[in-house]
C-alpha cells in the first residue's frame, strides 16, 4: 500500500545552509549556541512538539529523514500534516550545513530518535518558517499544475466527442468533400482514414 510519504517522495525538497562558524566569532557557535531549554506544547494534536529529534519513515521500512520535527499547523489535520525535518551535517572544523527535508507525513510514520544531537537551537522557529513557507508555495504550484493538466485532458475530450458528432453529423446530410476540407482546415479528424492492406 503507497503511503502518503511515499506519493511526496519525489517532490519532497531538501534545502541546504551553510554557516561559516568562524565569522560568528567562535570555533564552533552552533555547539554553543543557545538552545531549546524545554520543548513546547505541540502545535497539533497527535504530532511532535517543535524542535523535537524524531525520524521519518518513508513507509516502506526505510527512513525519509532525521532531525529537529517542525508541523505547519495552517495545513494539518489528524490522517496527515505537512512537516519539515533539519538536521546538521558537519563540513570542516569551522562550518556546518543545516539540511532539511519537508513532506506530507501521517502521524504513525513519525517516530521519536533516542540519541541525538541534543535540543534545537533556539533560533529553530525563526528558521523554519520560511521552510514551511516554500512548501506551501510548491503545494499551489503543483495544484495548479494538475489543475491545468485536467483542464486540458478534459478539452481534448470534448473536442473528441465534438468531432465525432460532426462527422455523425455529416454522414446524416450526405456531405462528402466540403466536410474533409473543413476537417482539413480547423485540424480536426475527418471521415476519411488511411488504411494498409497486405495482400
Not at 6 to 34: C, I, Q, T
Not at 84 to 107: D, F, Q
Not at 147 to 157: G, I, L, P, Q, V
Request: proline share 5%; glycine share 8%; net charge negative.
Amino acid at each position: 500500500m503507497t503511503s502518503i510519504v511515499d506519493s511526496v517522495l519525489p517532490v519532497a525538497s531538501v534545502l541546504e545552509v551553510a554557516f561559516d562558524n568562524g565569522s560568528l566569532g567562535g570555533a564552533d557557535w552552533s555547539n554553543r549556541a543557545v538552545v531549546l531549554e524545554a520543548l513546547p506544547e505541540p502545535l497539533v494534536a497527535g504530532y511532535p512538539a517543535e524542535g523535537a529529534y524524531v525520524q521519518i519513515s518513508d513507509g516502506s521500512g526505510g527512513i525519509a529523514a532525521s532531525g529537529w520535527f517542525s508541523v505547519d499547523e495552517r495545513n494539518a489535520t489528524e490522517t496527515h500534516a505537512s512537516v519539515a525535518v533539519v538536521w546538521r551535517e558537519p563540513l570542516m572544523a569551522v562550518e556546518h550545513t543545516y539540511k532539511s527535508w519537508t513532506g506530507l507525513v501521517r502521524p504513525r510514520d513519525i517516530s521519536p530518535v533516542t540519541v541525538s544531537p541534543g535540543a534545537a537551537p533556539a533560533w529553530f522557529g525563526e528558521y523554519v518558517r520560511p521552510i514551511h513557507e516554500r512548501a506551501a508555495v510548491e503545494r499551489t504550484l503543483q495544484a495548479v499544475r494538475e489543475s491545468a493538466n485536467t483542464e486540458r485532458a478534459n478539452h481534448r475530450e470534448w473536442v473528441r466527442r465534438l468531432n465525432e458528432s460532426a462527422c455523425e453529423w455529416a454522414d446524416e446530410n450526405s456531405l462528402c468533400s466540403e466536410f474533409e476540407r473543413f476537417c482539413e482546415q480547423w485540424g480536426l479528424e475527418g471521415r476519411e482514414r488511411d488504411f494498409d492492406v497486405e495482400v
